[in-house]
């Protein structure tokens, strides 16, 4: 069993920054693929990205090139650091395992809100 905690967001004004923190606990030998998710309000949970152990990294097309994700296997941590925010970007995120076929784990964090305003 993994849990994840998130932190780091907030409130920033539009082309702000944020780095959101993931920290793994419990059967973090599992691991392999760890995605950051976000929701809005009144849409699906999405993946923003993914990165793997070896450090092979997916975004979204919304976010290539305005966030990067990376992680500390040693730390277990997983981070997002979000450049040039937009107020689309505005939603919970979260972070989760991604299983077999990209399937996240059943167990959800709290996750953190990051609210981007103009």
């Known amino acids: 069993q993994v849990q994840f905690v998130e932190s780091g967001g907030g409130l920033v004004q539009t082309g702000g920054s944020l780095r959101l923190s993931c920290a793994a606990s419990?059967?973090?030998?599992?691991?392999?693929?760890i995605g950051w998710y976000r929701q809005a309000p009144g849409k699906q949970r999405e993946l923003v990205a993914s990165?793997?152990?070896?450090?092979?990294?997916s975004y979204a097309d919304s976010v290539k090139g305005r966030f990067t994700i990376s992680r500390d296997n040693a730390q277990n941590t997983v981070y997002l650091q979000m450049n040039s925010l937009e107020p689309e970007d505005t939603a919970v995120y979260y972070c989760?395992?991604?299983?077999?076929?990209?399937?996240?784990?059943?167990?959800w964090g709290r996750g953190t809100q990051v609210t981007v305003s103009s």
């Open positions: 989760n395992a991604r299983l077999t076929l990209g399937v996240p784990s059943g167990y």
């Open positions: 419990g059967s973090t030998f599992s691991l392999n693929v």
């Open positions: 990165i793997s152990r070896a450090g092979t990294t």
